[in-house]
């Protein structure tokens, strides 16, 4: 809450201070400022009636003669998670429950808060609270709250925002309920490029691909023109179904646009190319980048891992230890590409790295260094290897190492293999 409050130095004090005197008041009435939970313990329940009637004299702020959203909306968004926090962290107490993170606040509470106030009639939520509650239901994957607030959203006239009318179609979206999404599109009477980009992100992670593209194509026909999301989900969808021709002329168009410099989208870009066959484009991309992050290095390890370029990969990574420290999905790669090459004393060095880097190994690394030492022939090493797992061995590495064992004529290992719960 602290935190919250000291936000309000950085604006001017003659339009701070009659919030923080509201804020004030709807804290001390639920309880949860330190100096008066033993005073509202005694006097019993707060008058939560009164004090959000005063936060309705918090006067609107006025910039260049337009008026903004009043001042205490933005403060009861930021402070709802800490206020339901600290009422959840009371009632666990009572209730005899530990106090973890999972128990102080959970964000339906935020979704029921609204709709308790709403029914009583004593606040009216703006559009960046109603579309963060929205969130936490598409967060969640809650449909029937996100259909209630839906309709409260209708009731109160908010529908013809274009700030809620993003946030439901991707709360529709994500919930997999794409025929609401694109209703609720084509009801908005003005579309922004967040609009376009939700129902295309839609349609796109539920790989329905020409819905996807043909929305893309109105869209540019459209007065809103693409940004770095939407192109990064193009781009996910050229990679997904190996639409190279497509991949070149959207990217040619992000050029012309001048949204290159996006990190993001030139990591979506280097999977692309190196996916659809195009190792030489996917390494020019990466080079191109500036400020290369995790997903550009791992993008472009994996790239070289498909086209059984495993020594560039070996190389990469000595680059990348250099400027970054990989992770368990970068030693992924290179012990793939060692497994296909057959580098044994590679692949060794690598998994020994990554032990060193902190990284506990997980069942696709065993099931590389199993695959990887059975195919060199190594089942002894490949069975001890698996007795040190710290966790059960899966189907996918006793049928690597029954494989390996099939080839090399290795009948002592291979019976008990046969027999091994999976």
Not at 72 to 99: E, F, P, T, W
Not at 301 to 318: R, T, V
Not at 332 to 351: D, I, P, Q, T
Request: with cysteine.
């Amino acid at each position: 809450m602290r935190n919250h409050l000291f936000r309000c130095h950085q604006f001017d004090n003659r339009t701070v201070l009659p919030a923080l005197v509201a804020i004030h008041l709807v804290v001390a009435d639920f309880g949860t400022s330190s100096v008066v939970l033993a005073g509202s313990r005694k006097q019993g329940s707060g008058n939560i009636h009164s004090a959000l009637k005063v936060l309705d004299l918090v006067p609107t702020r006025y910039h260049n003669n337009d008026a903004e959203v009043p001042s205490h909306h933005r403060l009861i968004n930021d402070c709802m998670y800490d206020i339901l926090g600290a009422q959840s962290k009371q009632h666990d107490k009572i209730k005899g429950k530990v106090d973890t993170p999972r128990t102080r606040f959970r964000k339906e509470d935020m979704f029921m808060q609204i709709m308790e106030l709403h029914r009583r009639g004593e606040i009216t939520s703006d559009t960046n609270i109603l579309a963060s509650v929205l969130s936490s239901c598409a967060d969640s994957k809650i449909l029937t709250r996100g259909a209630q607030l839906h309709a409260l959203i209708v009731k109160v006239g908010y529908n013809s925002s274009v700030l809620v009318g993003s946030s439901l179609i991707s709360f529709y979206s994500r919930c997999g309920q794409l025929e609401n999404a694109h209703r609720v599109f084509q009801d908005m009477p003005t579309k922004n490029t967040v609009s376009w980009t939700a129902l295309i992100s839609g349609y796109a992670q539920d790989n329905q691909v020409e819905p996807c593209l043909h929305l893309f194509a109105l869209m540019r026909q459209s007065v809103c023109k693409p940004n770095d999301i939407t192109f990064a989900t193009i781009f996910c969808v050229c990679t997904n179904h190996a639409f190279l021709a497509l991949g070149k002329s959207v990217h040619g168009l992000q050029m012309r646009m001048g949204l290159d410099s996006y990190v993001h989208v030139s990591n979506a870009l280097i999977s692309m190319y190196a996916k659809c066959g195009s190792i030489g484009e996917a390494q020019s991309t990466f080079e191109s980048i500036a400020c290369k992050d995790l997903v550009s290095w791992n993008s472009m390890i994996f790239g070289y891992s498909q086209h059984g370029l495993a020594e560039h990969c070996l190389s990469l990574l000595k680059e990348m230890e250099e400027h970054i420290v990989p992770d368990a999905i970068t030693f992924l790669g290179v012990l793939s590409s060692c497994r296909h090459a057959c580098l044994v004393a590679e692949g060794r060095h690598c998994f020994q790295a990554m032990i060193e880097h902190g990284i506990k190994p997980e069942l696709d690394h065993y099931s590389c260094m199993v695959d990887l030492l059975g195919r060199a022939g190594l089942i002894d090493e490949a069975w001890d290897l698996i007795q040190t797992m710290s966790m059960p061995p899966n189907g996918i590495i006793w049928g690597s190492l029954l494989a390996s064992c099939r080839v090399h004529g290795s009948i002592s290992i291979g019976i008990p293999c046969c027999g091994a719960p999976s």
